[in-house]
């Protein structure tokens, strides 16, 4: 699977999602993220959120880059990240000047804007996997 196709099977792909943990594993080219999905209908008018949670993982890691919290954002003592993610296509990575050389246009892209730090975190990587670690569970939206 690819970010793309994980972000298309969900209501909400990464959007408006909650990171609640990154681990990166170097030795094994292996990243965890597990992450809060909002499984809500987005024509809803409905006040209240349905998460579900997943463990999104890969164990081809090519790179993960986190780019420095805004000190004028950054929000100290947080539970989780509330996070809003978009597909990145090859082309606009090798337009980002993230990439000293090209990869291979195999690669799955993903560009996860930290609300809570104003900045993003980008991840390269190839066949991800989502298990989910939990059911749907609703919680009242925070404006």
Same mark, same amino acid.
């Given at each position: 699977?690819?970010?793309?196709? !994980?972000? &298309?099977a969900?209501?909400n792909?990464f ?5 609640i943990?990154l ?15 909002d ?5 809803s ?6 998460? %579900?949670?997943? &463990?999104?993982?890969s %164990? ?14 950054f929000?100290?003592?947080? %539970? ?17 000047? !993230?990439?000293? %050389?090209? &990869?291979?246009?195999a ?18 990587a190839?066949?991800?996997e ?14």
């Amino acid at each position: 699977m690819t970010f793309e196709e !994980l972000d &298309l099977a969900t209501p909400n792909g990464f959007h408006d999602a909650q990171l609640i943990n990154l681990r990166v594993d170097y030795e094994n080219s292996a990243i965890e993220l597990t992450v809060d999905f909002d499984f809500s209908d987005p024509d809803s008018s409905d006040r209240s959120v349905v998460y %579900k949670r997943g &463990l999104v993982c890969s %164990k081809e890691l090519l790179f993960c880059t986190i780019e420095q919290p805004d000190t004028n954002y950054f929000q100290f003592g947080s %539970k989780y990240l509330d996070i809003s993610g978009d597909i990145i296509s090859y082309d606009e990575m090798l337009r980002s000047e !993230l990439l000293s %050389k090209p &990869l291979p246009k195999a690669i799955s892209y993903l560009r996860l804007f930290v609300h809570d730090w104003n900045s993003f975190i980008y991840i390269a990587a190839e066949n991800i996997e989502v298990t989910w670690i939990s059911e749907a569970v609703v919680r009242e939206r925070i404006v």
